[in-house]
């Protein structure tokens, strides 16, 4: 198990910056989650980790060593791949040994170690079949048991559950979650998904275009985000984000920075009606319902023209129709006040 | 009903006029290149008093006269067993470069992709004699004249071309995570060339060796350019049943049809991998 860290680290393909001025701190058995939109360089940055990728500059430390020019080898990380990568020449119990037997592990342990990781993972039916044999998710398995057999120093992990059904996406959330906290093994976990960060990450590093935009436990980020950009980032649906004004209308006056502010609000911080703890914010009408089942996702537009989302419970359907007009109210407490200008938060 | 008959003479997939066409055109195509095989055979099963009878006879007692005469014919034996010997080392040579050139040009970030094309062109383009000429005093002075490794040496000019640009295009079908992958278990490319890519692609490695034996076996200029007679390969042994004065046709026919037995004996055995290789990615490609 070692610490992983980022030292003012930048990557550049050709004239194109793609990260620049990158510190990042993955502690030792820590599961850190990289999130953002695509395109903003996660992949990059843990195949820099890994030494699949160049640094240009700035310094990459494993365990306290600086490991710039390591190769993959000698760096000792596991990593599961979107697509899994799985040798598809060799069955699944060669695809499991493959990294022991590179490295010279007697036969005899080799064979212990892969009886231990099949059991774990419940491969020891396809311990036979080639990797087209396989569905997603027992491939997906089987890509784990291969990083996992080595017992390596951190596990990076590629959006690995992108390619299976929704279904099965939750079903594996949980298991990689399970296997990194009995294993405590350093994971940096890349994806694209809020969902898949909140619930899996001890801590998460929200990126936007080859920058941190801020690093924290998921409660942190939900409850006091730095910017507009993870303000909108996490929660989904996302938070309501708007100029005082246009929430407040002349009220926004008598709200600490109100004036010329924008304003966030999660859609299950908005009330319908006078409810107690509600600061009343005026009457809205209602564009279109989403009906979840178990909740309901209003979109509404106020008198002054800005559109909002509320949640709220499904109880209320047959008792809102598309149309009416509804009167709205916030709760002052969770109201979040970021800068106009440079977007970042207000104390 | 109109829309139907237009319809129907277009003809979708299985329907009657336009299939019937493309199996009259592909048998023509057949016989019009079987035909020569056809006539060379009919020779080599004929007396000599029938061979040489005009116009040629259609119906005739077949005989095995000029079979086992090649039997006793040591220069044909001779020739054929060198033939064998510059096929194995050609081709066995051949995919020894080839493979980690391939791999070297798909998966390593070396400029030279273009390089190979041309270089395809040219020794497809370029006659073999070409190379024989100045070759010529290099293989004397070398030592290499006259040999089974100098001959199969030589040949690469023109198959390593051909193999590197097949092999790249199967070897660019895999995906690079698994070369990631494997490195990052420890791998080097060696390893990953000789534990994952060349098994995943073995039609390809088949194809691409079916496709060079052909070629060598029945190369004529170079063999007759670079050998004298301790490394003359089968297609100069056909000729030599061409005498000073006369022309043994029904040996020579025979000669040529014991010729071309191994390799159809090889294309068909790996014709499942031709077929399967090519159209792994080298038509894409
Ligand atoms: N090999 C490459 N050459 C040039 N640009 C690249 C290369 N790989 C990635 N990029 C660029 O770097 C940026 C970050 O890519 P990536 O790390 O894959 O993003 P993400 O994983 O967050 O979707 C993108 O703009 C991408 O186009
Ligand atoms: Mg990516």
């Given at each position: 198990m070692r610490d992983i860290r980022f030292l003012d680290v930048a990557k550049s393909y050709g004239d194109v910056e793609v990260i620049s001025g990158l510190d990042l701190y993955v502690r030792e058995g820590e599961f850190m989650v990289l999130v953002g939109p695509s395109g903003c360089a996660k992949s990059t940055t843990l195949r820099m980790i890994a030494g699949l990728e160049t640094i240009s500059s700035g310094d990459l430390m494993i365990g306290g060593e600086r490991a710039n020019h390591l190769s993959p080898a000698q760096r000792n990380i596991s990593m599961v791949f979107q697509s899994y990568a799985l040798f598809p020449n060799m069955t699944v119990r060669d695809n499991l040994s493959f990294g022991l037997r590179i490295r010279k592990t007697d036969p005899a342990t080799v064979k212990s170690e892969v009886v231990r990781v099949a059991d774990t993972l419940g491969l020891g039916d396809l311990l036979g079949r080639k990797p087209r044999q396989l569905s997603g998710g027992q491939a997906q398995r089987v890509a784990l048991g291969r990083a996992m057999i080595r017992r390596p120093d951190a596990f990076l992990f590629d959006e690995p559950l992108s390619n299976l059904d929704a279904e099965l996406r939750v079903q594996m959330r949980g298991e990689i979650s399970e296997m990194q906290r009995q294993l405590t093994t350093t994971t940096v976990y890349v994806t694209h998904d809020q969902v898949e960060?909140?619930?899996m990450g001890d801590r998460i590093a929200v990126m936007n275009q080859g920058r941190i935009m801020q690093i924290g436990v998921p409660t942190e980020l939900y409850e006091q985000p730095a910017n507009t950009f993870v303000a909108g980032f996490i929660g989904s649906p996302r938070m309501n984000l708007l100029d005082a004004k246009d929430l407040l209308g002349d009220a926004a006056a008598t709200v600490?920075?109100?004036?010329?502010?924008?304003?966030?609000?999660?859609?299950?911080?908005?009330?319908?009606g006078l409810t107690e703890g509600g600061v009343p914010i005026g009457a809205a009408r209602v564009n279109r319902i989403e009906d979840l089942g178990h909740e309901a996702l209003l979109h509404l537009s106020n008198a002054r023209g800005a559109h909002l989302t509320v949640r709220t419970s499904g109880d209320i359907r047959g008792t809102v129709r598309a149309g009416e007009t509804l009167s709205l109210a916030l709760r002052p407490d969770r109201l979040h006040f970021f800068d106009s200008t440079t977007g970042e938060r207000l104390p | 009903m109109k829309m139907r008959t237009v319809l129907q003479f277009h003809g979708g997939p299985g329907t009657g006029l336009s299939q019937a066409w493309a199996y009259v055109f592909t048998g023509a195509m057949v016989l019009f290149s079987l035909f020569p095989v056809y006539w060379v055979l009919t020779v080599s099963l004929k007396s000599r008093r029938d061979g040489l009878a005009s116009p040629p006879l259609w119906i005739f007692d077949p005989t095995t006269a000029n079979y086992?005469?090649?039997?006793?014919?040591?220069?044909?034996?001779?020739?054929?067993?060198?033939s064998v010997i510059i096929t194995a080392i050609g081709v066995a040579l051949s995919l020894a470069i080839a493979i980690p050139t391939a791999y070297a040009i798909v998966r390593m970030k070396i400029r030279g992709r273009n390089l190979v094309g041309v270089w395809l062109i040219l020794a497809y383009m370029l006659p073999e004699f070409l190379f024989v000429i100045p070759m010529f005093s290099l293989y004397q002075w070398t030592g290499l004249y006259d040999t089974h490794v100098g001959l199969a040496l030589m040949y690469q000019v023109h198959v390593l071309p051909l193999s590197i640009w097949l092999l790249s295009s199967f070897f660019r079908e895999i995906n690079p995570a698994i070369d990631e992958a494997?490195?990052?278990?420890?791998?080097?490319n060696w390893q990953i060339l000789t534990r994952i890519y060349v098994p995943c692609t073995l039609p390809g490695m088949a194809a691409t060796a079916v496709l060079n034996a052909i070629w060598i076996w029945n190369e004529l200029a170079i063999a007759l350019g670079l050998t004298f007679s301790k490394a003359q390969t089968?297609?100069?042994?056909?000729?030599?049943?061409r005498g000073y004065a006369s022309l043994d046709w029904g040996a020579m026919t025979a000669a040529s049809i014991v010729a071309i037995v191994?390799?159809?004996?090889?294309?068909?055995?790996?014709?499942?991998?031709?077929?399967?290789?090519?159209?792994?990615?080298?038509?894409?490609g």
């Open positions: 960060a909140m619930t600490a920075h109100g004036r010329g502010s924008t304003l966030g609000i999660r859609p299950e911080h908005l009330l319908i | 086992l005469k090649l039997w006793s014919h040591e220069t044909f034996k001779y020739t054929f067993l060198n494997a490195r990052i278990e420890g791998a080097s089968v297609t100069l042994g056909v000729t030599s049943f191994p390799m159809l004996l090889f294309a068909v055995a790996a014709q499942k991998h031709i077929v399967k290789g090519l159209s792994l990615g080298a038509v894409k």
